[in-house]
């Protein structure tokens, strides 16, 4: 019997409501189901009686609800004691530095209602550098985008963002409804240095050889563009400032946002993060899948 089925059983008895658990617990309702099912079939008793409206609880469900509070409470007492003497808890995470994806805003709201005793350290990267310091050890977990080499990382996809390109304002192609890659056949574009992960470079080039300056942040893409007028590429939904437009490409993967890290590693706040972050930053607006 896992303390973390416990903790899912708990959920579905005091809400006596499966979606209002999930919702509580930030996972969806199937595997919330399966998991008191197997408990269930662990215990070989019924602890829950379902109905469309929700649920109630057996006598065998309200005696296990008494004894799991009791048993999840001690475990965190422990928790509390063996965090307390192993002193601060620490996470690093990674951001690439666009600074505009309201995801990370929810997701920090989110992390720190859940971790209040966590400090939670933040590295912001430029654009040669998808994994955020990943590789090089210097954070625990990254928010970025796809993609990458993922040799030796584990990736978690979140959401996919339509792309644009960026064009100056008076740019005849901004006037456009929306483009095509091949509509920017020819234009100089935004290149990244030398070195920087070849996927991620095709990615954000179009998939095609690119001639143009060489920059390494957002905001040198976006003054390539206005001093330029090169073409740069943003996820849409992102603001652009003023005398830019961003222009559907219709013929471009939309950019996905993942959240990655190292395989194998045992920090045991990852795990929670990563679900948060899958429950928030599904979309830019929130709304979910």
């Known amino acids: 019997m ?51 409206t929700g649920v109630s609880l057996t006598p065998a469900g309200a005696v296990l609800l008494d004894e799991a509070r009791g048993l999840l409470g001690r475990a965190d007492r422990v928790r509390a004691r063996v965090a307390a003497a192993a002193g601060p808890a620490v996470l690093t995470v990674g951001l690439l530095g666009d600074g505009t994806d309201l995801g990370a805003v929810r997701l920090a709201d989110a992390y720190r209602e859940r971790h209040p005793g966590t400090e939670v350290r933040v590295r912001e990267a430029d654009l040669t550098d998808p994994t955020c310091g990943l590789r090089a050890g210097r954070v625990d977990v990254a928010l970025t985008r796809a993609p990458f080499d993922e040799a030796g990382l584990r990736v978690r996809g979140l959401r996919a963002d339509p792309v644009g390109a960026v ?40 998939g095609e050889p690119r001639e143009g300056p060489v920059v390494r942040a957002v905001q040198e893409c976006r003054q390539a563009v206005l001093w330029n007028g090169t073409v740069g590429m943003t996820p849409l939904g992102h603001e652009v400032p003023g005398g830019l437009v961003a222009v559907p490409v219709a013929d471009m993967a939309p950019s996905r946002v993942v959240v990655v890290w190292n395989a194998g590693d045992p920090n045991p706040l990852i795990p929670t993060f990563v679900r948060l972050a899958a429950a928030t930053c599904r979309r830019p607006d929130g709304d979910g899948d």
């Open 2 to 52: 896992e303390l973390r089925t416990l903790r899912y059983f708990v959920a579905v008895a005091e809400e006596l409501h499966f979606g209002r658990a999930a919702a509580r617990l930030h996972m969806s309702q199937p595997p919330l189901s399966r998991a008191v099912k197997r408990l269930e079939a662990g215990l070989g008793a019924t602890l829950l009686l379902r109905s469309p």
């Open 167 to 206: 064009l100056r304002a008076d740019d005849p192609l901004a006037r456009r409804a929306r483009l095509e890659l091949a509509d920017l056949a020819g234009r100089r574009w935004f290149r990244l240095p030398d070195g920087t992960d070849p996927l991620w470079c095709a990615y954000w080039s179009g």
